[in-house]
């Protein structure tokens, strides 16, 4: 039998082949693009390509005139497939493996982040001449999914990393950081913009100019809860950026907030039982296959989810994966129908972010379909 082409599983048709779907609408991820940019006025966005890299969504982010940013080649190659030039690209993920810098610059990337001498140092090497960008850290998040101070080097430590950039005979670019994904917080962004002034003003008197300043990613998509508005994380940043010491160019990585409401997961519940837990719907998609940041957020993102028989009579559920693994349950105590059962479908809201790029095949299960509507 023929198999049916993308555009045809649109809609109520995607119920119709077995397996959890993640439905992405492109109008959505444009609207949530200009909502970024009339938040952030004269801030370029680079879309943070790890968090969907669906063919379709980056296309869809393309078309809408948005730049990128990548964590390795591999997210390089897609990118070329949707259209969009190495050339354009920030890679911002400040520890590569020597090939990935190596076959990104002989493919035309020209823009590495460093937090450290040893990466500074690969970069002369393996992509002379190209600008670097020193990746600041973060203290005190308050973000959902904190960077758990992976990344990032004080404000000497930047300085440091700028001279010698200049030494090794590459070009002192820009700074960047991260806040901190899901961050609740838009004073969050004042302090590190306190510290990208300081760095800058340091480096002018010994005699380097920044190009750009790059205010990272991590604001928020709405889940089940309230967020701030992402007006109130453009009104800290121009707060914060008015008071660097000359202009420059600035970019910001806004992944989750582009992509996360254009998602709804369609799963469909495999068994239901009643255990001295309480009752557990579960599920055929779960953390492994898609819902993984349920776990990295210690429970403390709440997807909102419905179910499609409607039944007034509400009943509480946790919801669990397909696996045999005690950690695939991603919701506790939701409000379902109360005759819930074995082919009804659920509707999981906000997963654009974050959930099909995690997917494994664990326990055999195959990965959810993404489709662009
Ligand atoms: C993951 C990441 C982002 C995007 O973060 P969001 O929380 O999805 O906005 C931006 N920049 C860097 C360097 C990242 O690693």
């Known amino acids: 039998m023929r198999q049916p082409s993308p555009r045809l599983l649109i809609g ?8 959890p779907v993640l439905e992405m609408r492109a109008d959505r991820i444009v609207a949530a693009l200009a909502a970024f940019r009339a938040a952030f006025p004269g801030v370029r966005p680079f879309y943070a390509t790890k968090c969907n890299t669906h063919a379709g969504v980056l296309r869809t982010l393309r ?3 948005c730049d990128f940013e990548i964590a390795s080649v591999q997210e390089m190659e897609a990118l070329s ?20 810098t190596a076959r990104a610059a002989a493919a035309g990337v020209g823009r590495f ?30 973000s959902v999914v904190p960077s758990e101070g992976k990344f990032g080097v004080d404000v000497t430590g930047a300085v440091r990393l700028l001279l010698e950039a200049r030494e090794l005979g590459l070009v002192p670019y820009g700074i960047t950081f991260h806040m901190g994904s899901q961050s609740l917080r838009p004073a969050a962004l004042l302090q590190p913009l306190r510290d ?23 604001f928020p998509a709405a889940y089940d809860e309230p967020v701030p508005p992402l007006a109130d994380f453009g009104r800290a940043a121009a707060a914060g950026l008015a008071r660097l010491p000359y202009p420059v160019e600035v970019f910001a990585e806004p992944g ?13 519940v495999i068994g239901v039982a009643e255990r001295p837990s309480g009752w557990w719907a579960h599920t055929d998609l779960g953390v492994f296959h898609g819902l993984m940041e349920v776990l990295e957020s210690g429970g403390h993102l709440h997807y909102p989810i419905h179910d499609t028989r409607g ?5 509480c559920y946790h919801l669990t994966g397909p696996t045999c693994d005690s950690q695939d349950t991603f919701a506790r105590d939701v409000l379902l129908s109360a005759d819930l059962r074995e082919g009804d479908e659920l509707l999981i809201g906000s997963a654009g972010a974050y959930t099909s790029v995690y997917a494994s095949r664990f326990n055999g299960f195959a990965p959810p379909r993404v489709v662009l509507i």
């Open 12 to 19: 109520p048709r995607a119920g119709t082949r077995p397996g």
């Open 63 to 65: 078309e809408a005139g």
């Open 81 to 100: 497939g949707a259209g969009v030039p190495p050339g354009e690209l920030l890679f911002s993920n400040p520890v590569r493996a020597r090939a990935q």
């Open 113 to 142: 982040s460093v937090d450290s001498t040893e990466e500074l140092h690969r970069v002369a090497e393996e992509a002379p001449g190209s600008r670097v960008y020193a990746r600041l850290a973060t203290y005190g998040e308050d």
């Open 196 to 218: 990208v002034a300081h760095a800058m003003d340091r480096l002018l008197h010994a005699g380097v100019r920044l190009e750009m300043v790059d205010i990272g990613g991590g």
């Open 256 to 268: 989750r907030c582009l992509v996360a409401e254009a998602g709804t997961f369609r799963c469909r």
């Open 311 to 315: 039944t007034r009579l509400r009943r």
